[in-house]
């Protein structure tokens, strides 16, 4: 059965930054894209960044660039997002999903998700 799980989610400060985990269990993760989606209260769920299988990086969002990174570990089948200078607009909940190969920008060509985690940013 193929299941993503998130964690490192939680409260920070503004200019604080979190690690957040995407580990899949059921599939090698390394032969999917996996992308990490974010949904803010009253608000649609958005991209923010995607790593294909074969390790190219996709940027959806313009407000998380040069904060955010996305990185891979094949031994431990699992992608990390790395949030840094974390802003109070980034506060959301954050999922990963997975889909063939390739990434995409829309959440629904994802076959895949996780539970979430929930990523809150204030002082």
């Known amino acids: 059965q193929l299941q993503l799980v998130e964690s490192g989610g939680g409260f920070v400060q503004p200019g604080g930054a979190l690690r957040l985990s995407c580990a899949a269990s059921?599939?090698?993760?390394?032969?999917?894209?996996i992308g990490w989606f974010r949904q803010a209260p009253g608000k649609e769920r958005e991209g923010v960044l995607c790593?294909?299988?074969?390790?190219?990086?996709?940027n959806y969002a313009d407000s998380v660039k040069g904060r955010f990174t996305i990185s891979r570990d094949n031994n431990k089948n699992t992608v990390y997002l790395h949030m840094n200078s974390l802003k109070p607009e980034d506060t959301a909940i954050y999922y990963c999903?997975?889909?063939?190969?390739?990434?995409?920008?829309?959440?629904?060509?994802?076959?895949?998700w996780g539970q979430g985690t929930q990523v809150t940013v204030s002082s």
């Open positions: 999903a997975s889909r063939d190969l390739a990434c995409h920008t829309i959440p629904t060509w994802y076959d895949s």
């Open positions: 790593i294909s299988s074969s390790g190219e990086r996709t």
């Open positions: 059921g599939f090698t993760l390394e032969h999917y894209a």
